[in-house]
Each structure stands twice: as structure tokens, then as C-alpha cells.
């Protein structure tokens, strides 16, 4: 039976405003083609495929073999790797498998502290996997707040970790998995790699690739990458039948077979000369609006951005990141609070914001157009509240212009 939804439409049609009308810069945001959006809602999603390519539990796996295959080949073609596992849900559920099929409970894990750009589920307290397994943190160096190589060196030879993490989700610089992978060798440990913010600048070349130095790579292919929400994991061929096993049976069912396919089908997409372009202006992007903002006078965290993404230290115009967040929020301008290296505030608070520019170069804003909403940054983290209005409707006024996927 179908029916028209009013409530669910109204929902949907307000949203296709909001996100027509706004200036997306929240890091971990991207829009999806319209490609994508057709097939994540595929006939595919009536299908329960337990199981992988050709070792299902289900009959009638057939077709849902040939589209798992396809993001698989797809896959492995754009990262260059040996082996890739398309089933996850999510990139916290690509790495909760990497934990479940490579360490025991207990087991030490080194990782970049949440407040200094890690993520949650790379051993926060609050997560699964802060509670499961011993977590310690290497930090970045006060000065300059980049990662101090020699530091987490001295560090993983006294904790002698079983695993070290690499790879984040608030650092504003180039990632050096070599390393990384030197310092994991130093001590018999293992290396992930969480390339969830930056796998579409890594496919693109606009970034160092971890594939065939890190032993287990995870992602999320919702970001850079520019394709549905979910997770994938590249996997070193050694160890590939443990992690197949940590995605399944140990911590999924059935994938979602409609956002494979969708997977494959960015998957695709990544692979043209577009992609690269367009990751390519990402990176200017960022670097456009950071230049930008460090001539106002706004102190940049690490001074500088090598990739998608910048912090903006909010006490250098007396506000909280939360503070900073809201009024953004008022006139059209999304981004999230953040923590920065050091932070005296609590993560509800936070003393910075994040600010991420895939989203808004996929809407193919011009550089005239992009210093302007610049300019509307500032001018609503400095001035009063008087001048929203017409902050607003100039944020309206630019992001009617540019197509939305």
C-alpha cells in the first residue's frame, strides 16, 4: 500500500529548504549525487543477505552478490588495495570489528585524545570502546599543535600497545603514516588507520595513502568521498579473513544491500577526473577561507590547514565555541563546536569551532563568493545580533544561486 505521508513530506520539504538555503561547513557533511540518492533507495533494501559474496545464509542472493562483487572490484580499484570490505554500517562499526577480530578485551590501544582531534570510537570513555579495552593517548605538542612524532614514540615504548591509532577527525594537517608504521613496528604493534575525513582526498592523490603501510584501514564513505552514509574497511590480505569475520558474524547481520550498491556507484564516481578536481578544490577552498580568516586576526589551530578542514580558536573573539556555533546557526551558517588542543571547556562548550569545506565545493561556490561568506563569518562572530537579519538573507542570497545534487 502506498500512501503520501503529510507529516513525513513537510519534514522533507523543510529540509530541502534548510539545506538549500544554507552555508554547509561542518567537516564530516557532504551532499551526495543524485546517483546516489536514487540507488540507497534501491529495490535493493527489501534484501537480507547475511553473509558475502557466494557464502550467504539467505537464497536468493544472486543479484545482491553481483552489486556487493561490483563496490568491491570498485573499491579496491580506487584505493589501490588487495582487499576491501564494503558491508559496514558505519565507520564506528568498521572499527568496532577491527577491535573485535584483531585484540582481545583488556588489550592496550594508543590513540590521539578526543580533545586534540581524535574520535570517540578510537577509546573515549563514554564509547564502546573506552569501556571494552585499556585506552591511552598521545597528545598533540602544545606549541604547535601538530603531532610530536618523538612523543608518541617515547610513549608507545612504555605502554607497549597492541594497536596504534592514526587518523582523525578534527586535525588540520598532512598525516604521516610512514611514521606511524615505524613506530608501530618499534614496539610489535598494530596500525589503523581511520581515514573517514579524508578518503576521497587520499583516492584523489591530494593526500598520503596509508594503503600497504597501515595493517587495517577503516573509513566512512559519506564525507569526502561524497557517497552514501556508511563504512568500509581496507584490509591487509594476512588479515583479512579475521576482520571479514569481525564485520560478520561478530558484530552485523545482513548488510544493507541498497547502500552497497550506492557505495559502488560513488565508488565510480571517485574515479573520474572530476572527483579529482573537485577534491582538489576542497583543498584550495580551505586554504582560501583560512588565509581569510587569519588576516581578520582569528587564531587558527596548528596556524594553518593542509586539507578540508580548520579550527577556529573562538576565544580570540571572547566567544565559547557553543556560543560561536548558535549565532552561525541564526544566519544561515553551519558548523559545529569543537574542542582544541588544550581546551579549558567542557566538550559542550568547547572554545572552538570546526569549519569543513566539501560540502560547500560541492554546491561549486566561486571564490568571490566564498570570502564573502567569509566576511559573513566574522562579521556575525564580532557584531551584534542587529545585523543577523541581514547576515541571513545575504547567506540565503549566494546559496540560492549554486545547485543543489
Excluded at 17 to 42: C, G, L, M
Excluded at 87 to 103: D, F, K, T, V, W
Excluded at 153 to 162: D, F, G, R, V
Excluded at 211 to 222: E, L, Q, R
Aim: charge should be neutral.
Amino acid at each position: 500500500m502506498n500512501i503520501t505521508d503529510i507529516e513525513i513530506e513537510n519534514i522533507l520539504e523543510n529540509e530541502q529548504k534548510r539545506q538549500r538555503d544554507s552555508a554547509v561547513f561542518i567537516a564530516s557533511e557532504n551532499y551526495a549525487s543524485s546517483s546516489v540518492r536514487k540507488y540507497t533507495s534501491s529495490i535493493l533494501t527489501n534484501k537480507y543477505a547475511e553473509g558475502y559474496p557466494g557464502q550467504r545464509y539467505y537464497a536468493g542472493c544472486e543479484f545482491a552478490d553481483q552489486a556487493e562483487n561490483l563496490a568491491i572490484e570498485r573499491g579496491k580499484k580506487i584505493f589501490e588495495s588487495e582487499h576491501i570490505n564494503v558491508q559496514p554500517h558505519s565507520g564506528s562499526q568498521a572499527n568496532m570489528a577491527a577491535y573485535i577480530s584483531l585484540l582481545n578485551p583488556g588489550d592496550r590501544i594508543l590513540s590521539l585524545s578526543l580533545d586534540h582531534g581524535g574520535h570517540l570510537s578510537h577509546g573515549h570513555n563514554v564509547n564502546f570502546s573506552g569501556k571494552i579495552y585499556e585506552i591511552h593517548n598521545y597528545f598533540l605538542d602544545e606549541e604547535t599543535e601538530m603531532l610530536d612524532f618523538d612523543s608518541i614514540q617515547k610513549i608507545a615504548e612504555e605502554i607497549k600497545p597492541k594497536l596504534i591509532i592514526c587518523g582523525f577527525s578534527a586535525y588540520s594537517r598532512v598525516i604521516n603514516f610512514e611514521k606511524f608504521r615505524k613506530i608501530a613496528d618499534s614496539v610489535n604493534a598494530l596500525m589503523m588507520a581511520d581515514i573517514a575525513h579524508i578518503a576521497g582526498l587520499i583516492v584523489a592523490k591530494q593526500h598520503p595513502s596509508p594503503v600497504n603501510i597501515a595493517d587495517i584501514i577503516t573509513s566512512t564513505t559519506h564525507k569526502t568521498l561524497r557517497g552514501p552514509r556508511g563504512g568500509i574497511a581496507i584490509i591487509k590480505n594476512s588479515l583479512s579473513k579475521k576482520y571479514d569475520r569481525g564485520i560478520f558474524p561478530a558484530v552485523q547481520g545482513g548488510p544493507i544491500m541498497n547502500n552497497v550498491i550506492a557505495k559502488a556507484v560513488a565508488f565510480k564516481e571517485a574515479s573520474s577526473e572530476g572527483f579529482v578536481q573537485y577534491s582538489k578544490d576542497i583543498i584550495t577552498n580551505s586554504k582560501l577561507l583560512c588565509g581569510f580568516f587569519k588576516d581578520k586576526q582569528l587564531r587558527i589551530v596548528s596556524d594553518d590547514t593542509e586539507n578540508h578542514l580548520m579550527l577556529i580558536d573562538t576565544r580570540s573573539v571572547n566567544l565559547s565555541g557553543a556560543e560561536a556555533e548558535e549565532k552561525l546557526n541564526s544566519v544561515g551558517i553551519i558548523v559545529n563546536k569543537n574542542a582544541i588542543p588544550f581546551d579549558p571547556n567542557p566538550p559542550r562548550i568547547t572554545s572552538g569551532i570546526r569549519i569543513g569545506t566539501p560540502a560547500i565545493t560541492t554546491r561549486k561556490i566561486s571564490e568571490n563568493d566564498l570570502l564573502q561568506i567569509g566576511e559573513l563569518i566574522f562579521q556575525t562572530l564580532t557584531t551584534s545580533a542587529k545585523k543577523s537579519t541581514y547576515i541571513k538573507q545575504e547567506v540565503n542570497k549566494i546559496m540560492n544561486k549554486l545547485p543543489l545534487p
